[in-house]
């Protein structure tokens, strides 16, 4: 601090002379005042992004429950979860083991009926009716409506063929119809989601 | 476009140097609130409000684009999609809130803007074009504020939406097909929400347009300053970045904490609470008043109740209302005296203080008080000498004040003296 006692005005001399802790009172002003503005305006950011995803009362919808009780051996109806399709199929004997007969190590999306059911009720096939390729909704699920050559779905926008297991078996779908999360609250009674 | 001394922009990397040559976006940049423009050195606090109120713009387009996200106008449900972005939308409450006591921060700073302009007469030569093209900006804000408190689609908002309208109504002849035009229909409804809606959106970003002929025409003779006398050299001025930057960074701090002391702590503070009723076009509110930043234009209108020789009260009071602001166009040929700064003024100065800031104080207060005695004469009184300062007190002063030496210098006026000064050390003025 020798050279710096002769300047008269020691505020200068504060901003200016080298300090043994290596930085100035001026550069310490400046680093703490833009990293507090940073982090303000980052903080301020995350409101702005979190508006943009679900509000309270989308996801307040995000939950649906249904009566199986009705739906036949063979049938399947659609219904509506978070704003997509939902098919509900009850499978017959035969479509069960139609998809049990696969050998599972040759599918694309390799899984087991049984893995896409619940226990207890592998005759009750749930998934989303939303094709796993770009999305449009599959056929099959509807009275008359075309199985496709594997007797599940057969979504008309691209070609892509679901088996009795809904299990992605030819076209360009990359995965099976997804099985979202259900429980069944009683033997008719199934909540989604 | 500025003084010679400018610092010239030095592009210094690749990226740089080819956007310099392309499009030079970075040396605008510099040249308008960098280091290459040169800004008197002598700028109090008052000059903060110019930067104050362009960030509360932004913040304004910020969160109004997100809020249209969100908000549905249609006069069946725009009411509960408020509701919903208060409710439901993630952070709605908060940008909501932000949202209307941004417009209020927004008047608050460009208040104190129009008066630092009065009080140091900033609207003179040579910056007339810089008052016209705000007096401009203050006109568009006072049609989109008022236009986006009728969104929510409250009974402040319709009943507003109604006298506002009604305003045109005074016309003589075509008031009444005017008003029905403006609505779309014969009362506020659907038309009426959507066409303000539409034009809510669209306003704010012409505002920012104005804005950015405001700042140029301010660059050209560069800014005004506390003395009011012009920068003579370079020892007058010291580059815009950092020294402003830093100052209306700190301003700008300050103004961010009372405006979240009052988002987070007082959100409805300067609202209505009639306005969380749902609009019905069958029952006004018993005690109508506009938003805070109307009431002393609101006053005006109000003050006029008797008619004026075959002018019907009504359309006095509109008209009024309207030169009351109009008028500020005038402004820079009605003071005619050369020295700017009010320091300098004894006269101006004690009709200022003395005159028009108590009769600014009277309106206002008026303006939000219930249309009875006192208030009414009290409104009449101050519009009275409202008019009278600008129209009469003020081209008077101008031409008879003797007016205070002023100093040689902005340098001498802060230093004492610009012999001081060596050249070369200007730029250091950390010293003083």
Known sequence: MADTAATADTSLAHDTAPETDGMRRRDFVNVAAVSAAGVGGLAVLYPLISQMSPSRDVLAESSTELDVSAIQPGQAIKAVFRKQPLFVRRLTPAEI??????????????????ERTKEGHEDMLITMGVCTHLGCVPLGAGEGEIKGEFGGYFCPCHGSSYDTAARIRKGPAPKNLEVPDYEFTSDTKVVVG | MSFPWAKEYQPTNGLTKFLDEKLPLPRLVYNAVGAGYPVPRNLSYFWNFGVLAGFFLVLQIVTGVILAMHYAANAQIAFASTEHIMRDVNWGWMLRYAHANGASFFFIVVYIHIFRGLFYSSYKAPREMIWLLGVVIFLLMMATAFMGYVLPWGQMSFWGAKVITGLFGAIPLVGEPIQIWLLGGFAPDNAALNRFFSLHFLLPFVIAGVVILHIWALHIPGSSNPTGIEVK????????????????????????????????????????????????????????VPEWYFWPFYAILRAFTADFLIVPAKLMGVLAMFSAILMWFFLPWLDRNPVRSGHYRPLFRKFFWFGLIPAMAVLFYCGGAPAEEPYVMLSQIATAYYFLHFLVILPIVSSIEKTEPLPTSITAAVLGSDKEVVKGEAAEPVAV
């Open chain 2, 233 to 288: 050299s370079e020892s007058d001025t010291v580059p815009f970045h950092p020294y402003y930057t830093a100052k209306d960074g700190f301003g700008l701090g300050v103004a961010l904490i009372a405006y979240c002391l009052l988002v987070f702590f007082l959100p409805n503070y300067l609202g209505h609470p009639d306005n969380y009723i749902e609009a019905n076009p069958l029952s006004t509110p018993a005690h109508i």
């Open chain 1, 97 to 114: 083991a139609a998809a049990n007969a696969v050998p599972v190590d040759s599918l694309r999306d390799p899984q087991t009926l049984a």
